[in-house]
């Protein structure tokens, strides 16, 4: 049997909770990370990532400060508090935008530069054919002459066919008229 009671259950509280570190967690990362790009040598990087990590625990501590003070009816150090989460949340946002956008520049740069590297490759092995093209045109100019000499100073085939069939019928090959071994023709 079960007895109705008036008191709370307490996971909404704890998902209220898991909920902001979780936000907690992303926006401080989201600052460090920023704050790491900022810088252009690894001293300057550490300093920006400090900073940026002060001010995310200063932006995370300010909400329950503000909600206190306005609670304890102190003004001032609500005012305060609320000065600290309004700069804060700004550098925040600010760091997060930035971020998006870093991220957004670094890909059209890497676009940009994997564009030109296969223009450029593409460039190189354009010429390289074209040059390969050119050498082989040269050489067979160059070569024409020999091939023209080649032909008109082979043997020929009516001469030595008959030592073609001859050799074919015989066990060994018989030899040439002009003094080497006459094969078979394939």
């Avoid at 709370?8 to 898991?18: G, N, Q």
């Avoid at 045109?137 to 001469?159: C, K, N, Y």
């Avoid at 015989?170 to 030899?175: E, K, Q």
Wanted: hydrophobic content about 45%; proline content about 6%.
């Amino acid at each position: 049997m079960t007895i109705p009671t008036t008191a709370a259950s307490p996971w909404p509280a704890r998902c209220a909770y898991l909920s902001a570190s979780i936000f907690i967690g992303a926006s401080g990362a989201t600052n460090v990370v920023y704050g790491w790009s900022k810088g252009d040598t690894f001293a300057a990087s550490l300093v920006w990532a400090g900073v940026a990590g002060a001010v995310a625990i200063v932006f995370a501590l300010s909400w329950p400060a503000l909600i206190r003070s306005v609670d304890a009816k102190r003004w001032s150090a609500a005012l305060i508090a609320l000065v600290a989460m309004l700069l804060s949340g700004a550098y925040s946002v600010t760091a997060a935008l930035g971020s998006a956008a870093g991220g957004r520049a670094n890909a059209a740069a890497t676009e940009t530069a994997t564009t030109d590297a296969r223009t450029k490759a593409q460039v190189a092995y354009d010429t390289a054919l074209t040059t390969s093209r050119r050498q082989k045109t040269t050489g067979a100019l160059l070569w024409s002459p020999h091939r023209a000499w080649l032909r008109s100073h082979r043997p020929m085939p009516a001469l030595v066919a008959p030592h073609y069939e001859e050799s074919s019928r015989g066990s060994r090959p018989r030899r040439s008229p002009w003094g080497g071994i006459c094969h078979p023709a394939p």
